[in-house]
Antibody, heavy 122, light 106 residues
Framework: QVQLVESGGGVVQPGTSLRLSCAAS????????MHWVRQAPGKGLEWVAI????????HYAGSVKGRFTISRDNSKNTLFLQMISLGAGDTALYYC???????????????WGQGTPVTVSS | DIQMTQSPSTLSASVGDRVSIACRAS??????LAWYQQKPGKAPKLLIY???SLENGVPSRFSGSGSGTEFTLSISSLQPDDFATYYC????????FGGGTKVEIK
């Protein structure tokens, strides 16, 4: 069955960096675009970034553009999110999610991980 | 950016009730709309996409309607498992979620 397992979250100080990972299994990872979505404590959902199935195309939400970098390693079935210059507004549970459609992304998500928490605090 | 507005933010209902949740887009999104259910401590679950298409395995008491800027998620007969928070999401232009509607026990 499809599984997405995030890791790498933690408590960090403002201005620092963090790299999240998402290990995928149960499907052909290289066939699907992948996304990061975050949820601040007690708040709603915010789409963060997408990477195409082959990694050639990436798009970001305005709130993270220039600070976050999405990447993937299809040989290891793993998705990444490199985050720099973190601020309090980045505190959230970060989910990786699979695009519903094979190859050509459509930007909605049929499988989600359980999330990894990121807390930015001094 | 496309803004998504859900109403109400909280809905109190009883088992067996028919409930409806509204979602409005700040500009037309045609039928590029999905609905998700989220329970406390869990990841969201896809219920409906393309405004009215039911995801595999989702009970038929859930239905979606609408196009353009106005959309509705309906639950025909609320079950105990349905008490949760529901989010709409546009995917006409990247992705934006609504603020959520919490369905609670009356």
């Amino acid at each position: 069955q499809v599984q997405l397992v995030e890791s790498g979250g933690g408590v960090v100080q403002p201005g620092t960096s963090l790299r999240l990972s998402c290990a995928a299994s149960g499907f052909t990872f290289s066939n699907y675009a992948m996304h990061w979505v975050r949820q601040a404590p007690g708040k709603g959902l915010e789409w963060v970034a997408i990477i195409s199935s082959d990694g050639s195309e990436k798009h970001y939400a305005g709130s993270v553009k220039g600070r976050f970098t999405i990447s993937r390693d299809n040989s290891k079935n793993t998705l990444f999110l490199q985050m720099i210059s973190l601020g309090a507004g980045d505190t959230a549970l970060y989910y990786c999610a699979r695009d519903k459609v094979v190859i050509n992304p459509i930007y909605f998500f049929d499988f989600w991980g359980q999330g990894t928490p990121v807390t930015v605090s001094s | 950016d496309i803004q998504m507005t859900q109403s109400p933010s909280t809905l109190s209902a009883s088992v067996g009730d028919r409930v409806s949740i509204a979602c409005r887009a700040s500009q037309t999104i045609y039928t590029y709309l999905a609905w998700y259910q989220q329970k406390p401590g869990k990841a969201p679950k896809l219920l409906i996409y393309k405004a009215s298409s039911l995801e595999n395995g989702v009970p038929s008491r859930f239905s979606g309607s609408g196009s353009g800027t106005e959309f509705t998620l309906s639950i025909s007969s609320l079950q105990p498992d349905d008490f949760a928070t529901y989010y709409c999401q546009q995917y006409n232009s990247f992705s934006t979620f609504g603020g959520g509607t919490k369905v609670e026990i009356k």
